[in-house]
């Protein structure tokens, strides 16, 4: 998909803990492209694409989009979910007469639990050094 093409789909953004996902989606026959590859190649796992899967599932339009996505930061799963949250934002943006059936499987919420930081005198954010009575 060239540039020009991708600038006319609906524009979705997603995001997890430090993961972001810029989703556009176009009327086509179900292809991802996530940063310029296939999906399969980027992720290579199966269960990433059942997670995906599942706006386009609770709507009622699995391969009618293809999807085209910039993905940056985060772990590979904060990416999947990030991307996920991202196509139901840009699904809502092609339809706003979805919002209901993305509300209720929770698609729409952005997880808001990021990492904690870590503290002075700690090893971690929460973990203490051991502690020695003698």
Same mark, same amino acid.
């Given at each position: 998909?060239?540039?020009?093409? &991708?600038?006319?789909? +609906?524009?979705? *953004? =997603?995001?997890?803990?430090?993961?972001?996902?810029?989703?556009? %989606?176009?009327? /086509?026959?179900?292809?991802?492209?996530?940063?310029?590859?296939?999906?399969?190649?980027?992720?290579?796992?199966?269960?990433?694409?059942?997670? &995906?899967?599942?706006? +386009?599932?609770? *709507? =009622?339009?699995?391969?009618?989009?293809?999807?085209?996505?910039? %993905?940056?930061? /985060?772990?590979?799963?904060?990416?999947?979910?990030?991307?996920?949250?991202?196509?139901?934002?840009?699904?809502?943006?092609?339809?706003?007469?979805?919002?209901?059936?993305?509300?209720?499987? =929770?698609?729409?919420?952005?997880?808001?639990?990021?990492?904690?930081?870590?503290?002075?005198?700690?090893?971690?954010?929460?973990?203490?050094?051991?502690?020695?009575?003698?």
């Amino acid at each position: 998909m060239t540039k020009a093409a &991708v600038k006319k789909g +609906f524009y979705g *953004t =997603g995001r997890r803990k430090t993961a972001v996902a810029r989703v556009w %989606l176009m009327p /086509g026959t179900g292809e991802m492209q996530v940063n310029e590859k296939p999906f399969s190649t980027y992720f290579g796992r199966q269960t990433a694409l059942s997670v &995906v899967q599942q706006p +386009f599932e609770a *709507t =009622g339009l699995v391969n009618k989009y293809n999807v085209s996505a910039l %993905l940056a930061g /985060g772990g590979s799963s904060a990416q999947v979910e990030a991307l996920r949250h991202g196509i139901s934002r840009a699904l809502l943006a092609f339809n706003p007469d979805l919002r209901k059936s993305l509300k209720v499987v =929770g698609l729409l919420t952005r997880d808001p639990r990021e990492k904690e930081r870590r503290k002075v005198g700690r090893r971690k954010a929460r973990r203490r050094p051991q502690y020695s009575k003698r």
